[in-house]
């Protein structure tokens, strides 16, 4: 399993924490198999980036050659002088998980220990570093990112992380159905659904095809009342024991077809065979 943590929560729109760390745990010992910790800047490099900037303007130096030469003052030399943290300098905090994961996973394989398979938060930025540096991918059609691991890396298995799922799902269903007025409740049962589907299908131990199917059934269909045809791919479903199973939903009943069209569009998001992978 691999995570990033920030010493500044970030607000969903804003990450500007200073420092992050990315760890990774390993599957059978539970304990920290290898970790990065990131810092943007260092306090005495940053005052000597601002000096010679002020030395480089006031020598009639423009605002961008001015900035080139105060990193340039920034020599190995220099950071070798104090204890200086300093290695995500330039960069954003939100970059900082992708960074550590392709980081940890350089030195593993500098130790001999080859990562075959991850399990974190659905983040297309991390899956896009942990390729080989020869790789590039598009994220959202616009954004290239390009791979960080050596050339001839083995393919690294990513795994969605059930509880991150379910969080951006609950985040996508509060905003579209808000927890005050006629829809008040919709969003937790969705929330709530989509994670008894997933839970369900994992210990199943169904393929990502089929754990697809059921996860879209639990949206598209069970919470629309009809449980003939999905329900049935797996024993989650609460009204196969009990046909008197009200959901708490608005006056205890199922959701009509004006839902369909919204729960169509998580289920594309959150219930893809690439999630469930």
Request: hydrophobic content about 25%; overall charge positive.
């Amino acid at each position: 399993n691999g995570d990033a943590s920030w010493t500044q929560k970030g607000s969903g729109k804003r990450y500007n924490s200073n420092t992050g760390t990315y760890t990774l745990v390993t599957q059978h010992y539970r304990q920290i198999g290898e970790y990065e910790c990131m810092t943007k800047n260092c306090d005495t490099c940053q005052r000597k980036r601002k000096r010679v900037q002020r030395e480089q303007e006031a020598a009639g130096k423009g605002k961008a050659e001015a900035s080139a030469a105060a990193s340039a003052a920034i020599t190995t030399e220099f950071k070798e002088d104090h204890d200086c943290r300093e290695n995500h300098h330039g960069l954003s905090s939100k970059s900082m998980e992708a960074t550590g994961a392709a980081r940890c996973a350089k030195r593993l394989y500098e130790r001999g220990v080859i990562l075959r398979s991850l399990c974190q938060d659905n983040d297309a930025t991390v899956r896009a570093a942990l390729k080989a540096e020869t790789e590039q991918t598009k994220i959202n059609g616009t954004t290239t990112v390009k791979g960080k691991l050596p050339t001839g890396y083995p393919h690294i298995e990513i795994k969605s992380d059930p509880n991150h799922l379910a969080r951006g799902l609950g985040s996508d269903a509060y905003k579209e159905w808000p927890s005050q007025g006629r829809n008040a409740g919709v969003a937790a049962e969705v929330k709530k659904t989509y994670t008894y589907a997933v839970r369900s299908a994992l210990k199943e131990g169904k393929t990502p095809e089929d754990s697809s199917v059921v996860v879209r059934g639990a949206l598209e269909e069970h919470l629309l009342d009809n449980h003939e045809n999905t329900c049935s791919h797996s024993a989650w479903c609460p009204r196969q024991r009990n046909a008197n199973y009200k959901p708490n939903l608005p006056g205890g009943r199922y959701l009509n077809s004006d839902y369909k069209k919204p729960m169509t569009k998580l289920a594309d998001k959150y219930a893809s065979v690439a999630v469930m992978k």
